[in-house]
């Protein structure tokens, strides 16, 4: 059996007993349980003996440099298995990278690493570079955000780029890297050797300088099938810039994330012909960008195309309102690849859902979750919400949370809920006020129906 546990403070004869179960786990997941170095002695005994064990996760305990090296001298042993360490937010420095570097360039085995949220900085990094660089490291993914990283970290993790054809995925994402450090990086990626498949620079003070660099890349690098670069003013000119290279054939991109970018409807045409023409592309996230009613309806446009085999579509936070519904439902009437939608926190109101029932209630329609959350509903929408609940079979997912339904709202879902065609599983309701009266129905309803799970 496996050990997972999370936010649990374990005793002194609760430990014991897990340290023992851990000696047979092949997976071992301690987050949250106030771990410390005096706990990691132990850990690492298990590293020596249990060859079995591929997957240690100890995010959010307190170990520190002392209990990680601790750990590091377990893996070292030439038995220890262990595939994949996840060691986030640790309170570890640079000063155990070098026992890190000692096990990446020893341990083939080890697949993954997550050291984010950990100050590790500029010489720490560099120490794990070295390690990376070995010929011995077969690393395929590699997490180091919030690691206080700097442009000065960025030719040495090029050159981990252009010597490691195993490393797969790489994040990056909540360090000051900026223009110049991506651009070394993208040197790397376009190395014939790199093979990477998910890069994630998330908040990393990037602007639309950097996007000319990495279109290159997205034109160049077929093996690219995920990019963020969330939380960056790359603005209007970054994603057209982005957009000529997601445009190129050999661009096989699957997930694009551009939250929170500056995005306005300026750039929403370009994205509408990368929607109309990638079709290997399943997911777009656009939240929080003031895309608006127009930028909606030309990304509709693009979504209506034969060729759009978008899956999810994160538009949460866009700026919009009733008056792109018709736009949307028209989407959901034609696309039957479209199985997520993702609208929460737009002013829609009762009228934006009467529009988009329409396209819900399409045959074509095959959606699986829809969320609503914060969209100023009333229980004036919760008939038509009822309907779609009892009336699509593939609807698993809803999300109402933070609207005005109250009692009347909630007892008409309540009622769509008891239809035998209803297969819905998670229905999540935060934030509305109803009575003690409808909580108990509630409760008897999510006890009474196999699968579901109702979240308030």
Known sequence: MDVDIQCEELSASRWSELVSSMNTCKTVRLDDCNLSASHCEDIGSVLRSNQSLTELTLNNNELGDSGVELLCKGLMIPSCNLQKLSLQNCNITEACCKHLRSVLSTKQSLTELHLGDNKLRTSGVKMLCEGLMDPNCKLQKLQLEYCELTPDNCELLSSVLRTKSSLKVLNLSHNKLGDEAVKLLCQGFMDPICNLQSLHLEDCHITAASCGDLSAVLAAKPSLTELSVGENKIGDPGVVLLCQGLLNPNCKIEKLWLWECGVTPASCKDLAQVLSTKESLTELSLIGNELGDPGMEQLC????????????????????????????????????????????????????????????????????????????????????????????????????????????????????????????????????????????????????????????
């Open 301 to 456: 446009q693009g979504l209506k195309d034969p060729k759009a085999k978008l899956q999810a579509l994160w538009i949460r936070e866009c700026g919009l309102t009733a008056a792109c519904c018709k736009s949307i439902s028209a989407v959901l009437s034609t696309n039957q690849t479209l199985r997520e939608v993702h609208m929460g926190g737009n002013m829609i109101g009762d009228a934006g859902v009467e529009i988009i029932y329409e396209g819900l209630m399409n045959p074509n329609c095959n959606l699986r979750s829809l969320w609503l959350g914060n969209c100023d509903l009333t229980a004036a929408c919760c008939g038509n919400l009822a309907t779609i609940i009892s009336s699509k079979p593939c609807l698993a997912e809803l999300d109402l949370s933070n609207n005005a339904l109250e009692d009347e709202g909630v007892k008409k879902l309540c009622e769509s809920l008891r239809q035998p065609n209803c297969k819905l599983q998670q229905l999540v309701l935060y934030d509305i006020y109803w009575s003690s009266e409808t909580d108990d129905e509630l409760k008897v309803l999510e006890e009474s129906i196999p699968g579901l799970k109702i979240v308030s």
